[in-house]
């Protein structure tokens, strides 16, 4: 168990509708990262939040959109889902920068 | 963009031999970090270089941190069957301002065992 929890595990939805990914950050992490691996892409960078800011952004559609609560937990909003959109979506947490990420376990969407 | 280019992208093992592979890139990192997947979980760090020429083990493991600070090489000695998985190689470069930029991560390194 890394100290990062992501729910859910797996989803399956249709295209066109919007899904709510969930992260618990290691406790003490300020910073909350996610990324896409999808098979052909590997591990894209999506967003950072640092203490509840945006803090970089890096392959995230307009479609897709992210927040850090108060008690540093992370939600990914995705809407209007293609069927591109399949793939794993992890997120990572840190307290001293990229270099020294946690990964969860990841959520895999399925979209259908 | 930044691309890392792993290489190879697949790669059979058999018990008690040696493993490389590399990352290479046409930009410069101050950081290159190893990690390892196995299926179901997340990428776990395996090793962090952070200076040119670096060359760090973490038990069978040796990594290096390439002169030129554009590439990487990853050795994996006496393999054993617990290292099966999905290796990435991974860059961190500094932003103009200074501050830390974003990991970029190579394609992966699939490691099987040979039938």
């Known amino acids: 168990d890394s100290g990062v929890t992501q729910t859910p595990k797996h989803l399956i939805t249709a295209t066109g509708q919007r899904v709510t990914l969930r992260c618990s950050p290691r406790s003490g992490d300020l910073s909350v990262y996610w990324y896409q691996q999808s098979l052909d892409q590997g591990l894209q960078f999506l967003i950072q939040?640092?203490?509840?800011?945006?803090?970089a952004k890096g392959n995230i559609l307009e479609r897709f959109s992210a927040q850090q609560f108060p008690d540093l937990h992370s939600e990914l909003n995705l809407s209007s889902l293609e069927l591109g959109d399949s793939a794993l979506y992890f997120c990572?947490?840190?307290?001293?920068?990229?270099?020294?990420?946690?990964f969860g376990a990841g959520s895999r969407l399925t979209v259908l | 963009g930044q691309q890392l280019n792993q290489s190879p992208q697949s790669m059979f093992i058999q018990e008690g031999e040696d493993v490389s592979m590399n990352c290479t890139s046409s930009s410069i990192f101050n950081t290159w970090l190893w990690y390892k997947q196995d299926p179901g979980e997340g990428p776990v760090l395996l090793i962090a270089l952070y200076k040119a020429g670096e060359l760090t083990s973490n038990g069978r493991l040796t990594a290096q941190f390439g002169i030129t600070r554009k590439d990487s090489f990853l050795n994996i000695s006496a393999s054993i069957p617990s290292d099966v998985g999905i290796y990435f190689c991974a860059g961190l470069r500094m932003n103009y301002g200074g501050s830390q930029g974003n990991l970029i991560f190579g394609k992966g390194t699939k490691l099987s065992v040979k039938p």
């Open positions: 939040y640092y203490n509840g800011e945006e803090r």
């Open positions: 990572a947490s840190s307290n001293s920068g990229a270099n020294v990420l946690t």
